[in-house]
Each structure stands twice: as C-alpha cells, then as structure tokens.
C-alpha cells in the first residue's frame, strides 16, 4: 500500500539544523511532488514548501526561504527537509505529504504519521 | 498572498447532527485548488474533499463540498462518532485555521 514513513524524533539546540527524511513505498515517487506541511503544538497546519522528485525543483514558502532545503535521493524513493537557524518557535511536528502532478499539485492524498522536532537550549 | 478564514471556530453538535462548515477566502480563488482535510488527535491530516466538492477515495458520502469564488462549504449530513475533529480548508499553500467539532 501506498506509505509515506518519516524519520523519527529529534531535539536540537538553538541555532543548529535538523533533517527530517520520509520514505515512500507503494507508488512511483517521482510521479508526485512531496510538500512538507509543520504543526506547532495546539496550532494549525503551515505549508513550508515542495519538492518534485522528478527534477529536483522546489517551492518554497516565503517564510521559510533561505532556512529550508528539501531534497531527494530517488536511488531509495526519499524526499528530506532540512530547516536550518532553529528557534525555539520551530518547535513542531513536521509533515511530508504526496500530491500528483498537474490539477492535483496541491491536493495532499497520503501523509506520513509526521516527526516531532523540539528546538530547546 | 490568499488568506482563508474559517468558521465557527468550533461547532458543538450530536451525533446525528447536521454539520456545516465555512472556508472563506480573502479573493476570488479557483475551485480546483480548493481542498478540505480532516485531522484527529495525534494523527496526521487526511484528504477528504478536493476540488472543492470532489469526495477523495474511501470517504463516505455523508461528506460533501460546495461553493465558489470565495466562499466554501463542508457539510457532513449526518454525524458519526469518529466525525469528531478538526477540519481545515486549503487553497494553494494556504491552509485555514481550523474548525474544530466537538460534542455538545
């Protein structure tokens, strides 16, 4: 079946960068974009950006440019965001999600179970 | 930069209840982009409507969008337990705050 399974926990010190890593299993990976989409504890979702496996282009958020890099290594069907400058406010669960191609780039149909990342001296 | 607004906050209804949802958005916006997702508890999101009133695969048909330009609507006819949760609206790479449903 079609999965998305992110990489686990992580605590960082502000300042530093962490990479979140998603793999997806049951479908052809470079035939959907993957965005990445964070939740703040109690608060709603905000989209940081996507990445087309195909290409390797991206499309970031204005709110994260210059902090974020998303990539992949197609070899293993993974897509990563990396968010650099941690603050404290970066405290979230991080969220890979697909989205086909065409009419459907922005329409997110399978999400991973999401990977909580705490930014704290 | 579309800003989408979302009401009620939250909606406390039965089971059984009728339940209606309103996604506003700050300008016109195209339908096709307009997408609604349901999230629990400690889950992730997950799809229900896109393109404004196109149910995604398995989900049941109490569940039903409408509108356009910048006003949109979710309705869930009749609700069941695991109805329950917090609904967002997306357009683009704008998501709504949210309206949460809970037991009255």
């Known amino acids: 079946q079609v999965q998305l399974v992110q990489s686990g926990a992580e605590v960082k010190k502000p300042g530093a960068s962490v990479k979140v890593s998603c793999k997806a299993s049951g479908y052809i990976f470079t035939d959907y974009y993957m965005h990445w989409v964070r939740q703040a504890p109690g608060q709603g979702l905000e989209w940081m950006g996507w990445i087309n496996p195909n290409t390797g282009g991206t499309n970031y958020a204005q709110s994260f440019q210059g902090r974020v890099t998303m990539t992949r290594d197609t070899s293993i069907s993974t897509a990563y965001m990396e968010l650099g400058s941690l603050r404290s406010d970066d405290t979230a669960v991080y969220y890979c999600?697909?989205?086909?191609f065409g009419s459907g780039t922005w329409v997110m149909d399978v999400w991973g179970k999401g990977t909580t990342v705490t930014v704290s001296s | 930069e579309i800003v989408l607004t979302q009401s009620p906050g939250t909606l406390s209804l039965s089971p059984g209840e009728r339940a209606t949802l309103s996604c506003r958005a700050s300008q016109i916006v195209t339908s096709s982009f307009l997408a609604w997702y349901q999230q629990k508890p400690g889950q992730a999101p997950r799809l229900l409507i896109y393109g404004a009133s196109i149910r995604a695969t398995g989900i049941p048909d109490r569940f039903s969008g409408s509108g356009s330009g910048a006003d949109f609507t979710l309705t869930i006819s009749r609700l069941e337990p695991e109805d329950f949760a917090v609904y967002y609206c997306?357009?683009?790479?704008?998501f709504g705050p949210g309206t949460k449903v809970d037991f009255k």
């Open positions: 999600a697909r989205a086909r």
């Open positions: 997306q357009q683009y790479g704008a």
